[in-house]
């Protein structure tokens, strides 16, 4: 053998044994997160590429309609990371799901709403009974309008309340099948056109409602992937900290505004407004013990709990279980600071 086949062997034989190992860390790196529709700040880092750019892995971006549905798809093993609301989030934990918040989107705020259609005779809560209504199911949305009538002292067959996916919402509403509807942009834009808002989750909030969107990820993924987390915060972090500091660079001329409409949807005017009704924490108020930080007296867990026994109330899951602290963890929000 020559010193060049040699050398050629030696080469080959290096990289038949390395490659398995190039394969697996390259798999390693591969994650696959849904978001929804909602207008985020931190949108913008999915469509121009800053959070795979940031932390390194190759992530699958996928949108769905509703958190029910990334919760299915956390379930079957699809997805790793998902945005959701806080009322499939305690349902999915309840029936036995281990996912983790890790970042708090936004918490009741004016970008959810019901919305209820010009000609209805709906002026204010007292004209209800007797009104169809409608939320996407098992959402932080559909959860509000039960716990408002019930609130009102009035039930389900007081009040009927469709659980159907946002965009078949507003077909229904357009129609003048439904009165009212319970949504978030961009659906809350389209009711709006033909409606008022009756209430806001923030005032549903302050009966004693409160809701929240996060950021969550399994938790195998969260054990295994701990600076993939912290890397993740700190992105949305950046974006926050932007819209809070320059609201000119988000309004409805912005070039941020204009990415944010073509990748979710409707007008960088409404995709502007829309962040303006965000209610956000800052990273160091989620990280304390109030929210993410708290274990049992966090936040997150009284409101999970709370939320898991309405529910169980109204024959939507089974179970309460005694405790939701395992499912928050501000440990990705701790390495950011």
């Known amino acids: 053998m020559t010193p060049r086949t040699l050398f050629s062997a030696v080469i080959a034989a290096t990289i038949g044994m390395t490659a398995p190992a190039f394969i697996a860390e390259a798999a390693d790196k591969k994650v696959v997160v849904a978001y929804q529709t909602d207008a985020l700040p931190s949108s913008v880092a999915i469509a121009n590429g800053e959070f795979a750019k940031e932390t390194g892995y190759d992530i699958d971006f996928r949108k769905f309609n509703s958190g029910a549905e990334i919760f299915a798809a956390i379930a079957s093993g699809d997805v790793q990371i998902g945005y959701v609301g806080s009322s499939p989030f305690a349902a999915s934990t309840s029936r036995g799901l281990d996912v983790r918040a890790f970042y708090l989107s936004s918490i009741s705020g004016i970008d959810e709403a019901l919305v209820v259609r010009n000609g209805s005779g709906i002026e204010s809560l007292d004209n209800l009974k007797g009104k169809k209504l409608a939320a996407a199911p098992v959402s932080t949305d559909h959860y509000q309008l039960l716990q408002l009538i019930k609130s009102l002292g009035l039930s389900e067959k007081d009040v009927q309340v469709l659980a159907i996916p946002q965009p078949e919402i507003v077909a229904a509403y357009n129609r003048g099948d439904i009165d ?61 900290a932007s819209f809070a500091a320059d609201k000119a660079a988000w309004g409805p001329q912005s070039e941020n505004a204009r990415i944010l409409a073509k990748l979710l949807g409707g007008t960088p005017e409404q995709q502007a407004a829309a962040l303006n009704n965000l209610n956000l924490l800052t990273p160091e108020v989620q990280a304390s013990d109030a929210w993410l930080g708290g274990g049992e007296n966090s936040g997150v867990a009284k409101i999970l709990k709370a939320t898991s026994q ?26 950011t600071q």
């Open 180 to 240: 009212g509807g319970f949504v978030w942009d961009p659906a809350l834009t389209e009711l709006k056109k033909n409606g008022k808002v009756l209430i806001t989750s923030k005032e549903v909030a302050e009966k004693g409602a409160p809701t929240f969107s996060a950021w969550v990820a399994t938790g195998k993924f969260a054990d295994d992937n701990n600076q993939f987390l912290a890397k993740f915060a700190s992105v949305i972090n950046k974006y926050y």
């Open 310 to 335: 309405f529910l169980k109330d109204q024959g939507k899951i089974s179970e309460v279980l005694p405790s939701y602290a395992t499912f928050t963890t501000a440990d990705a929000l701790k390495l």
